[in-house]
């Protein structure tokens, strides 16, 4: 856009102003963290999932991290498709700056290995009180203990549908994962947090099989 900038991938960025921009046609980078809660939400159901535009190379953690539990995960151009096992293995996971394990996706995984074989532990470093999500999740059966930075999660063999609140976006999106795998029907309050996130949620559910309606936003 002739735009003068300096320090790209540095500590500092110098901008300096020039006295016109001009126009340009630009495809926004799709949403990583859409993509990698869609392959949870192929994970924790054990089904199988393609999804379309998206950019592998920005998900490697997360898609490491799912093969390492158990999924068979291929890649081509802009499509990953993901197998689930019929039970996830636990795992270990520490967040970290880019390009490591997102902090975004710290609740989305938290929820898929409610219902894994064995004990995952979660270390969060960038954001203190991400854990908020915790308490709802164990409404619903999630055996999720926090101990300083750490969440234990000890799998258990099945969730159950309760009426819990999401109390941001990325808590509010584990909270909807954990109930389309629930036992009977999960409700979810403040979802205004959920959907300032993911465009069409509900509609994309629903197209891969999802029983999902929203009823109301206040």
């Known amino acids: 856009m002739g735009a003068k900038i300096k320090g790209a991938g540095t500590d500092e960025i110098e901008i300096y102003g020039?006295?016109?921009?001009?126009?340009?046609?630009?495809?926004?980078?799709?949403?990583?963290?859409?993509?990698?809660?869609?392959?949870?939400?192929?994970?924790?159901?054990?089904?199988?999932?393609?999804?379309?535009?998206?950019?592998?190379?920005?998900?490697?953690?997360?898609?490491?991290?799912?093969?390492?539990?158990?999924?068979?995960?291929?890649?081509?151009?802009?499509?990953?498709?993901?197998?689930?096992?019929?039970?996830?293995?636990?795992?270990?996971?520490?967040?970290?700056?880019?390009?490591?394990?997102?902090?975004?996706?710290?609740?989305?995984?938290?929820?898929?290995?409610t219902i894994a074989k064995g004990t995952t532990i979660i270390v969060e470093n960038i954001f203190e009180n991400r854990y908020k999500y915790v308490q709802e999740l164990n409404k619903m059966g999630a055996k999720i203990t926090v101990e300083g930075k750490s969440a234990i999660i000890r799998g258990v063999r099945k969730l159950y549908g309760a009426t819990v609140k999401a109390t941001d976006l990325r808590g509010g999106a584990a909270l909807v994962l954990a109930g389309l795998v629930a036992k009977n029907t999960t409700v979810i309050e403040n979802i205004e947090y959920i959907l300032r996130g993911y465009e069409e949620f509900d509609k994309k559910i629903r197209q891969i099989g999802g029983n999902i309606e929203v009823t109301s936003i206040i």
């Open 18 to 113: 020039v006295k016109k921009l001009k126009e340009i046609s630009y495809n926004i980078m799709p949403d990583r963290i859409e993509t990698g809660t869609f392959l949870c939400m192929g994970a924790i159901s054990g089904g199988r999932l393609e999804l379309k535009n998206t950019n592998p190379s920005h998900l490697t953690p997360v898609i490491t991290k799912l093969e390492e539990a158990g999924c068979k995960i291929d890649i081509e151009k802009d499509t990953i498709n993901i197998q689930a096992p019929k039970k996830l293995k636990a795992i270990d996971i520490k967040t970290m700056p880019y390009p490591g394990f997102p902090t975004d996706m710290q609740s989305v995984i938290a929820s898929t290995f």
